[in-house]
């Protein structure tokens, strides 16, 4: 009985603190949206100054509803009313708040501070989250990564980037490589000192960022990249090659196609895709040929956007006798919903010449063997 009493009592305590929490929080969310609606409607006196700070800076809740809306308008504000937000921040304290929170603070508090920081878009935040790089949690040091990325000024990637070259950041790439690209998205010759004397994860972090944000002003450095010992560098480089004068870009792209790395010549091949210029087809018919199954692929979806040359192109992979290429080149037509239009232009009888006839029964013979375990296609039957 005293075991049972004992249940019973439990289950009731724990139902009456589900109930009284409940209840706490409804009241709680309620006054919450009172107060968001009634500060809402003073928004702009606020802003102004028309309304005494004291009467929101003195309650916590009316203060964190004031910083959220804050924050919130900053973000989609336009330059003009940015400045106006962040000297709203300045005047009144928050700004002083969040830098000695990111400071001082602990745990959560003290990574939550130094992201908001990042949401000031300050460069007054910056000292702060730079010396949270230097914190023995991991979590801080994203946090304040994060932070800094956030912000997208230019001057909040020297820290990231004089650690990354120290390799004092130990934290993983892919904050790192997006904090740089936000902040040097409009200023990329800001990598470019350190990518010159950058070595191993440091410099393919880096060759990376570059090659999104690259122009055509860099295109020297990315010459220079597209022959680092790397590959992860080359593969970089061939991305950004895009960008690049095309009489440039395409004697690096080809010795990138014919790269000893597979991905590197993948890479190499998609540049030339997004280029695409009639002077690159002939790299591509010698990718067709590749050893590897991805960058065949890749090339022979290329080529099939040259509708013009596309002759000229089937006739090239004919001669090259490569089966595995005449396959290829069949897929990305299918793919692409041009097979049928191929084979109607090879049929036409004002095309019916000797080299109209060995491109069909090519094209024959790579069709069947290629789909040779598939059920026959109408379209088959007409090749």
Same mark, same amino acid.
């Given at each position: 009985?005293?075991?049972?009493?004992? !249940?019973?009592?439990?289950?009731?305590?724990? =139902?009456?603190?589900?109930?009284?929490?409940?209840?706490?929080?409804?009241s709680y969310f309620r006054r919450h949206d009172l107060l968001a609606f009634?500060?809402?409607?003073?928004?702009?006196?606020?802003?102004?100054?028309?309304?005494?700070?004291?009467?929101?800076? $003195?309650?916590?809740?009316?203060?964190?509803?004031?910083?959220?809306?804050? +924050?919130?308008?900053?973000?989609?504000? !336009?330059?003009?009313?940015?400045?106006?937000?962040?000297?709203f921040m300045r005047t009144n304290g928050m700004l002083d708040a969040y830098i000695e929170q990111a400071r001082k603070g602990h745990a959560w508090q003290r990574r939550n501070a130094l992201v908001t920081? $990042?949401?000031?878009?300050?460069?007054?935040?910056?000292?702060? =989250?730079?010396?949270? =790089?230097?914190?023995?949690?991991?979590?801080?040091?994203l946090a304040a990564v994060r932070g800094l990325g956030r912000t997208g000024l230019k001057q909040a990637a020297e820290p990231i980037l004089e650690r990354l070259m120290t390799g004092g950041l130990n934290i993983p790439p892919h904050p790192i490589s997006n904090a740089l690209l936000r902040c040097c998205e409009e200023h990329p010759e800001v990598l470019l000192p350190y990518l010159r004397r950058a070595q191993g994860e440091a410099r393919e972090i880096l060759a990376r960022v570059a090659a999104e944000i690259a122009l055509p002003e860099m295109a020297d450095e990315m010459i220079v990249l597209a022959g680092d010992p790397?590959?992860?560098?080359?593969?970089?480089?061939?991305?950004?090659?895009?960008?690049?004068? +095309?009489p440039l870009a395409l004697p690096a792209l080809a010795g990138l196609a014919r790269d000893p790395i597979w991905?590197?010549?993948?890479?190499?091949?998609? !540049?030339?895709?997004?280029?695409? /210029?009639?002077?690159?087809?002939?790299i591509l #018919?010698?990718? #067709?040929?590749?050893?590897?199954?991805?960058?065949? =692929?890749? !090339?022979?979806?290329? +080529?099939?956007?040259?509708?013009?040359?596309?002759? /000229?192109? #089937?006739?090239?992979?004919?001669?090259?006798?490569?089966?595995?290429?005449?396959?290829?080149?069949?897929?990305? #037509?299918? +793919?692409? $919903?041009?097979?049928g239009k191929v084979v109607e232009e090879l049929s036409d009888p004002s095309q019916h010449d000797a080299a109209a006839t060995r491109l069909l029964d090519s094209l024959r013979e790579g069709a069947a063997t290629l789909w040779s375990a598939e059920p026959v296609d109408p379209l088959l039957e007409k090749v």
């Amino acid at each position: 009985m005293e075991a049972i009493f004992a !249940s019973f009592a439990g289950i009731a305590a724990l =139902l009456l603190f589900i109930v009284i929490r409940r209840a706490t929080r409804r009241s709680y969310f309620r006054r919450h949206d009172l107060l968001a609606f009634t500060i809402r409607k003073q928004w702009r006196e606020i802003l102004s100054g028309a309304v005494n700070s004291e009467s929101w800076r $003195g309650d916590p809740m009316r203060r964190a509803i004031v910083q959220g809306f804050v +924050l919130r308008d900053l973000d989609s504000a !336009s330059l003009k009313d940015r400045s106006r937000f962040q000297e709203f921040m300045r005047t009144n304290g928050m700004l002083d708040a969040y830098i000695e929170q990111a400071r001082k603070g602990h745990a959560w508090q003290r990574r939550n501070a130094l992201v908001t920081l $990042g949401a000031t878009l300050m460069p007054e935040a910056i000292p702060a =989250l730079a010396e949270a =790089l230097d914190d023995v949690q991991l979590e801080t040091r994203l946090a304040a990564v994060r932070g800094l990325g956030r912000t997208g000024l230019k001057q909040a990637a020297e820290p990231i980037l004089e650690r990354l070259m120290t390799g004092g950041l130990n934290i993983p790439p892919h904050p790192i490589s997006n904090a740089l690209l936000r902040c040097c998205e409009e200023h990329p010759e800001v990598l470019l000192p350190y990518l010159r004397r950058a070595q191993g994860e440091a410099r393919e972090i880096l060759a990376r960022v570059a090659a999104e944000i690259a122009l055509p002003e860099m295109a020297d450095e990315m010459i220079v990249l597209a022959g680092d010992p790397l590959p992860e560098v080359r593969a970089s480089a061939a991305r950004a090659l895009t960008v690049m004068p +095309l009489p440039l870009a395409l004697p690096a792209l080809a010795g990138l196609a014919r790269d000893p790395i597979w991905f590197v010549r993948l890479r190499a091949v998609a !540049s030339l895709d997004s280029v695409r /210029h009639p002077r690159a087809i002939p790299i591509l #018919l010698e990718a #067709l040929c590749d050893s590897n199954r991805f960058v065949r =692929l890749r !090339s022979a979806a290329a +080529l099939s956007e040259f509708i013009k040359e596309r002759t /000229h192109i #089937l006739e090239n992979v004919v001669d090259s006798h490569d089966r595995y290429a005449l396959h290829a080149m069949i897929s990305a #037509l299918e +793919l692409a $919903g041009d097979f049928g239009k191929v084979v109607e232009e090879l049929s036409d009888p004002s095309q019916h010449d000797a080299a109209a006839t060995r491109l069909l029964d090519s094209l024959r013979e790579g069709a069947a063997t290629l789909w040779s375990a598939e059920p026959v296609d109408p379209l088959l039957e007409k090749v």
